[in-house]
């Protein structure tokens, strides 16, 4: 089966960086994406990573490491409104073209 | 823009009721997709379709079915409704090729009493 694990809980203060992990486990792999949802919201695509390396947009970047089955979204100059949750899902072979999600990380920024 | 709908916002249905989760579409997407959403479990994929008549299974299907007769439209149906089916779902639709990038619905805040 597939499973992913990322943090429940992070917390920052303005300004500041913050990573979120996402470690995977799946029978094939065709991506890591990232979605964000604010309280009472709905999620949001950020980011989608196919190939190993680092994806930059704007304040948001998003690492993979196939051989590591790892990823992390990387939060930089972090702002009030970046308070929500994370969530890292992979797309396998049993999930076809559906997206399996993590639990979710909720962010916490303070000022 | 892409939009998604749902039928409704918020629902308070009775146990036993049939209830239909309706998702529209705008963007010709081939997939289509219903999560359930509870707190700490993240979302949970209940069926999605790459067409129109088609379905899969996703991990937790058990108490739903649905229904995809035309191509913008996917249903969601609880046949008898449980408290346990109390929750949040999500209803998203994607292309079939590409990053697979899903656009969710506002969400439809279901309560079974």
Known sequence: GQSLEQPSEV????????????????????????????????PTFLSYNALDGLE???????FLSRSDSYGYLLL???????????????RDDQAGTALIFGKGTTLSVSS | ?????????????????????????????E???WYRQDPGLGLRLIYFSYDVK????????EGY???????????????????????????ASSFRVGPYEQYFGPGTRLTVT
């Open chain 2, 65 to 91: 079915s649905v229904s995809r007769e035309k191509k913008e439209r996917f249903s969601l149906i609880l046949e008898s409704a449980s408290t346990n089916q109390t929750s949040m779902y999500l209803c």
């Open chain 1, 76 to 90: 930089q100059e972090l702002q009030m409104k970046d308070s929500a949750s994370y969530f890292c899902a992979v």
């Open chain 2, 1 to 29: 823009d892409v939009k998604v709908t749902q039928s409704s916002r918020y629902l308070v249905k009775r146990t036993g009721e049939k209830v239909f989760l309706e998702c529209v579409q705008d963007m010709d997407h």
């Open chain 1, 11 to 42: 917390t920052a203060v303005e300004g500041a960086i913050v990573q979120i992990n996402c470690t995977y486990q799946t029978s094939g792999f065709y991506g890591l994406s990232w979605y964000q949802q604010h309280d009472g919201g709905a």
């Open chain 2, 54 to 61: 088609m379905k899969e299974k996703g991990d937790i299907p």
């Open chain 1, 56 to 62: 930059e947009t704007g304040r948001f970047s998003s």
């Open chain 2, 31 to 33: 997939n289509m997709f």
